[in-house]
T-cell receptor
Framework: GENVEQHPSTLSVQEGDSAVIKCTYSDSASNYFPWYKQELGKGPQLIIDIRSNVGEKKDQRIAVTLNKTAKHFSLHITETQPEDSAVYFCAAPTDSSNFGNEKLTFGTGTRLTIIP | NAGVTQTPKFQVLKTGQSMTLQCAQDMNHEYMSWYRQDPGMGLRLIHYSVGAGITDQGEVPNGYNVSRSTTEDFPLRLLSAAPSQTSVYFC??????????????FGEGSRLTVL
């Protein structure tokens, strides 16, 4: 099965600065890497994902990069805003043979705090 | 659409009591799952189902039972609650359509305390 490690566990950045969260995975056959954001008292919500056929994907202020050789992927948030404060989880398919990619192994989470 | 609905939101049990956490989705998703969230341990998969009548174990299934009699509902049963089951439980569903899918839709969680 997949093993996903996530760092750091907590991160504080000044509003307007950038934040980077990193994850490593163990199964070289994994091909789908989502990021979820969990606001206080809510369930996680998908914010961006990347598949193994690309190295980077952007969506406005957030981006994800993937290095398949090193088996790590990262979330980048630029021009951070107070509403970016949340817990962020990376994930990878638990079983690389899982065609639909729904069965996920999650990292342990990063609590991001934006300092006004 | 209501999405994924979990009940109850909060529950306190005594050791040895049983209860059922309810999960319902109205998106006609084939895949449903239960995760538990504990501090410093992220989200861990308890049980999952790829369709009505089909269930399987995840990473931490001990002490929990599930069933899937309809596409919409996926209840999680604790037969004899233990303090180690104190956690926040999340139900999640997804359209299981093969390559190109995979987004999980989560409920808002059920916070369970076992005394």
């Amino acid at each position: 099965g997949e093993n996903v490690e996530q760092h750091p566990s907590t991160l504080s950045v000044q509003e307007g600065d950038s934040a980077v969260i990193k994850c490593t995975y163990s199964d070289s056959a994994s091909n789908y890497f989502p990021w979820y954001k969990q606001e206080l008292g809510k369930g996680p919500q998908l914010i961006i994902d990347i598949r193994s056929n690309v190295g980077e994907k952007k969506d406005q202020r957030i981006a994800v990069t993937l290095n398949k050789t090193a088996k790590h992927f990262s979330l980048h948030i630029t021009e951070t805003q107070p509403e970016d404060s949340a817990v962020y989880f990376c994930a990878a398919p638990t079983d690389s043979s899982n065609f639909g990619n729904e069965k996920l192994t999650f990292g342990t989470g990063t609590r991001l705090t934006i300092i006004p | 659409n209501a999405g994924v609905t979990q009940t109850p939101k909060f529950q306190v049990l005594k050791t040895g009591q049983s209860m059922t956490l309810q999960c319902a989705q109205d998106m006609n998703h084939e895949y449903m799952s239960w995760y538990r969230q504990d501090p410093g341990m992220g989200l861990r998969l308890i049980h999952y189902s790829v369709g009505a009548g089909i269930t399987d174990q995840g990473e931490v299934p001990n002490g929990y039972n599930v069933s899937r009699s309809t596409t919409e509902d996926f209840p999680l049963r604790l037969l004899s609650a233990a303090p180690s089951q104190t956690s926040v439980y999340f139900c999640a569903s997804s359209y299981s359509g093969g390559a190109g899918t995979g987004e999980l839709f989560f409920g808002e969680g059920s916070r369970l305390t076992v005394l």
